[in-house]
């Protein structure tokens, strides 16, 4: 391969050269954006070409899981008259058969959430991490845990799952200002319905002797 030196090309060469390089570059950028175009196409084809499919079955499945907690109504007040259980107050209702084949779980999904009282039980909290705070760098390390677990999110709002986690802490804490302020917060903190659900499994026979467990769940907003 033969090297050309720039400096020993003429006027006429070097203004062919650059014209060359920006052809070469224009058809570069016109190549990514027909490429991304195409990409672009080959997405909106993947979706139309199954989004149908799932709304279809969603509303199948949606229907069905409404008819399940409509007819499980009757079957949760005798279970409570019987067994003299709370059974209509829980997040969820399920039943396996006598010989295993067969398992169903109804039920919601449930997430925490704040009641607003619980900012008393945070400045606690954070009473005590400044109680804590020190040189080393283990202590430096656990001051940052502790930040992450009570950041706020853009609307201010503490993440319950990650302040609840530190109730683990208690004993460790050794702490009242700590126990007081978990004894606050949890208080403060209920959980929502978010969803219904139902999931569980049945034992199918595919023949040959073949029987394997198979698992579903499906969920609704």
Known sequence: MTTISIAELSPEQKKALAQQLKDEEKLEKEKIANDKKILKGLKNDFVLANVDFFIDKRNDVEDRIVKMFQDLQSV?????????????????????????SAYMQVGWN????????ESHGINQLKEFMSSLAGNTENEKLLMKFLNIA??????????PKAVRALDALRAEANSDVFSSAMDIINEAMIDIRTSRYVRGYKLVDFGDNIVKRVNFKFSID
């Open 76 to 100: 949760i007040e005798l279970d409570s008259a019987l067994y003299g259980d709370k059974k209509a107050e829980q997040d969820s209702y399920s039943h396996t058969l006598e010989d295993g």
């Open 110 to 117: 449930v997430s925490p959430t704040f009641n607003g009282t």
């Open 150 to 159: 009570l950041k706020t999110d853009s609307k201010g709002d503490y993440n």
